[in-house]
Antibody
Framework: EVQLVESGGGLVQPGGSLRLSCAASGFTFSTYWMTWVRQAPGKGLEWVANMGQDGSEKYYVDSVKGRFTISRDNAKNSLYLQMNSLRAEDTAVYYCARDKNMDVWGQGTTVTVSS | QSVLTQPPSASGTPGQRVTISCSGSSSNIGSKFVYWYQQFPGTAPKLLIYRNNQRPSGVPDRFSGSKSGTSASLAISGLRSEDEADYYC???????????FGGGSKLTVL
């Protein structure tokens, strides 16, 4: 069964950092692009970033450029999102999804940025 | 506001056919594939339509997608109560070098 499991969310103060992880199973992780998408409370979906199979290509939404870094470890079948200089507006459920077109989604992990 | 424009709500009665529109521009819908996602409250989104009009396995053929120019539509025929959910369109945007989503449409089955 194809599965994505996010972890690492929590409560962090403005200006703080957090690292999200996404553990993949049930498919050949190293052959897929991977994506992060977030959803603020009561709001719609917002694409955050994606990266290619070998990490050579990465794209970010403008609002996180310079603050967030997407990375992966193909040996561990894992995707990561390092989030620095967090702001209140980064508060959201963060989902990892398989491929550019997001054909499989994890259950999400909640990030709350508040003092 | 979102780069892709969707109506915030849509509704229909059981058995009816409803459509949800998604309007974009030449840098996204006009030149790229459109994708549709279904999301029930408190759960993760699910891919419903890919590459404008293709259904992943397991998605009923009551769901269909289409695209014309810089707009796309999701149609749901034979509406059922379990179709009540939020629906989002999405596409890659060449100008932004980013994926963009519509603001979402909440479907209510009356």
């Amino acid at each position: 069964e194809v599965q994505l499991v996010e972890s690492g969310g929590g409560l962090v103060q403005p200006g703080g950092s957090l690292r999200l992880s996404c553990a993949a199973s049930g498919f050949t992780f190293s052959t897929y692009w991977m994506t992060w998408v977030r959803q603020a409370p009561g709001k719609g979906l917002e694409w955050v970033a994606n990266m290619g199979q070998d990490g050579s290509e990465k794209y970010y939404v403008d609002s996180v450029k310079g603050r967030f870094t997407i990375s992966r470890d193909n040996a561990k079948n894992s995707l990561y999102l390092q989030m620095n200089s967090l702001r209140a507006e980064d508060t959201a459920v963060y989902y990892c999804a398989r491929d550019k077109n997001m054909d499989v989604w994890g259950q999400g992990t909640t990030v709350t940025v508040s003092s | 506001q979102s780069v892709l424009t969707q109506p915030p709500s849509a509704s229909g009665t059981p058995g009816q056919r409803v459509t949800i529109s998604c309007s974009g521009s030449s840098s996204n819908i006009g030149s790229k594939f459109v994708y549709w996602y279904q999301q029930f409250p408190g759960t993760a989104p699910k891919l419903l339509i890919y590459r404008n009009n293709q259904r992943p396995s397991g998605v009923p053929d009551r769901f269909s997608g289409s695209k014309s120019g810089t707009s796309a539509s999701l149609a749901i025929s034979g509406l059922r109560s379990e179709d009540e959910a939020d629906y989002y369109c999405a596409a890659w945007d060449d100008s932004l070098s980013a994926w963009v989503f519509g603001g979402g449409s909440k479907l209510t089955v009356l």
